[in-house]
């Protein structure tokens, strides 16, 4: 198993930027991909990025070339950095883990991020 605690969310204004943390405890070997998630308000998660273990990463729609994720693995931290923010971006933001070997994902608690318009 491994446990997964977000951080780095707050309020922000438009075109402002924000890095979000995940901190992967646990079995952390078996890590083989990452990413994020986000919810807002009356919609469903979407993903946002996702990264292997060996780095190789993606974002997804309208965060193409504001967003990037990253991996320290000797700090087992997976990071987003999020840039030119605006008010759609707002929601809950979740980091995720699957292992190898197995489908069931691992979610954090989720941080919250706000952008004013």
């Known amino acids: 198993q491994v446990q997964l605690v977000e951080s780095g969310g707050g309020l922000v204004q438009s075109g402002g930027s924000l890095r979000l943390s995940c901190v992967v405890s646990?079995?952390?070997?078996?890590?083989?991909?990452m990413g994020w998630y986000r919810q807002a308000p009356g919609k469903q998660r979407e993903r946002v990025a996702v990264i292997s273990s060996g780095g190789t990463s993606t974002t997804e729609g309208s965060v193409k070339g504001r967003f990037a994720v990253s991996n320290d693995n000797s700090k087992n931290t997976m990071y987003l950095q999020m840039n030119s923010l605006k008010p759609e971006d707002t929601g809950v933001y979740f980091c995720?883990?699957?292992?190898?070997?197995?489908?069931?994902?691992?979610w954090g608690q989720g941080t919250q991020v706000t952008v004013s318009s």
């Open positions: 646990g079995n952390t070997v078996r890590t083989s991909i």
């Open positions: 995720f883990a699957l292992l190898s070997g197995n489908p069931q994902p691992y």
